[in-house]
């Protein structure tokens, strides 16, 4: 994940800020979960906005120690009971999970709108390229396997496993589709596989 260290840092930081600020500012101000919220700079952004905001996160050991407003939860994300929030933030998190678990948190979010932040697979340059795979499909989604670091010696966003699924792009948009969302997606993307993308529950008929 970017930091906010250096120019090109710097920048990253302020558009994902820009891209989650006029995502949320599409909603009126409700309750909101922040799923693998890490440092919880976007939960406290949303707590700014006047938002009611619970965080989890399953290490918790990044929270901060002085901030009241925010609910801060210890917790997997592949168990927490999601009904009862008016938005879902998955900032940074969705391509640490297997496929499965992508699909499962999908299926008990379905209804709720999801602003998330996530890498996919396409054919532009990325750091990480040595830990992708080439093209894979399970269960009708094609995408690349990222090989998580060793978490006995990093800190890594994913959290007992040892391999992610970055689907492509088509892909997430159909794995979304088939969970009842529509997509938008922000440009320009803030680094060459990874941008916002803003779910919104299909409106039926």
């Known amino acids: 994940m970017a930091t906010a260290q ?4 710097e ?9 989650f600020n006029q995502m949320l500012g599409r909603f009126p101000v409700g309750s909101l979960i922040d799923l693998g919220s890490g440092h919880g700079m976007f939960a406290r952004a949303a707590a700014d906005a006047g938002w009611r905001v619970t965080a989890l996160d399953a290490r ?37 999970l297997t496929l499965d678990d992508q699909l499962d948190l999908l299926a008990r979010a379905s209804g709720t709108p999801i602003i998330l932040d996530t890498h996919v697979a396409n054919d532009r ?5 040595r830990s992708l795979s080439e093209l894979v499909t399970l ?15 990093n800190s890594p966003a994913s959290f007992g496993n040892d391999h992610s ?7 997430l948009y159909m794995m979304l589709g088939a969970h009842g969302y529509d997509v938008l997606t922000a440009t320009p993307w803030y680094l060459p596989s990874r941008t916002f993308f803003l779910c919104l529950p299909q409106l039926d008929g």
């Open 6 to 9: 250096g120019g090109a840092d």
């Open 11 to 19: 920048s990253t930081r302020s558009l994902r800020f820009t891209w």
């Open 60 to 96: 918790g050991d990044r929270y901060p120690d002085d901030e009241p407003r925010v609910e801060w939860k210890v917790g997997d994300v592949r168990d927490v009971d999601l009904r009862g929030f008016d938005v879902i933030a998955c900032l940074g998190l969705f391509y640490h």
């Open 125 to 129: 340059p990325v750091p990480m390229k």
């Open 139 to 153: 269960q009708g989604y094609t995408g690349k396997l990222y090989r998580e670091p060793d978490q006995a010696t």
């Open 165 to 171: 699924f970055w689907p492509r792009t088509r892909d």
